[in-house]
């Protein structure tokens, strides 16, 4: 079997913006058929929530909407974990710039991308001064229908992060 794909969302404390994504995509992947070719997994940029489960207004949107949420605690991402993912998907530009500082490496920051990049209906950007049009507004400040809110923003983008893995892994398979 060839080494899989791997794909990492990233937020601020890893509980709520980048758990619903990692959920939503491994959901995708699966549905897919990709399931066991593509691994998802999810980090924070900050160590404030480190251990923490994910957020219990998160986990119920994800639940109401049939979602299987796994028992899992935040992470805060590492300069190491980043060239070991093909893509690295930032929830806000305020993430995009911090990953790309830690990973140095302009190679590695190149995996790195706009979640909502991927989303069809998404305002156009031009280079990173703009991507902050593209930001997953944090829910953790708000009310159950914050919550619902970024579910709807992270799900209208999954579809199209699942075809571009897709062509990636088609292009590893074909060696072009």
């Known amino acids: 079997m060839s080494t899989p794909y791997r794909v990492m969302t990233v937020c601020t404390g890893n509980i709520c913006r980048s758990p ?12 897919a058929g990709l399931g066991d070719r593509v691994v998802v997994d999810s980090t924070g940029i900050s160590n404030e929530e480190h251990g923490n489960p994910i957020d219990r207004r998160a986990r119920a949107v994800l639940a109401e909407h049939g979602y299987p949420v796994p028992h899992r605690t935040a992470q805060q991402v590492r300069a190491v974990d980043l060239p070991a993912r093909d893509l690295v998907l930032a929830m806000t530009s305020v993430h995009a710039r911090a990953l790309r500082r830690l990973a140095g490496d302009p190679r590695v920051a190149g995996r790195i991308a706009m979640y909502r990049s991927f989303d069809p209906a998404a305002p156009p950007v031009d280079g990173e001064a703009s991507e902050h049009l593209l930001d997953v507004d944090d829910p953790w400040y708000g009310g159950s229908e914050d919550f619902e809110t970024c579910l709807d923003v992270v799900e209208a983008a999954a579809d199209a992060i699942v075809e571009h893995v897709r062509g990636e892994l088609d292009r590893r398979a074909t060696g072009s």
């Open 20 to 31: 619903m994504a990692e959920v939503v995509l491994r959901s995708r992947f699966e549905d």
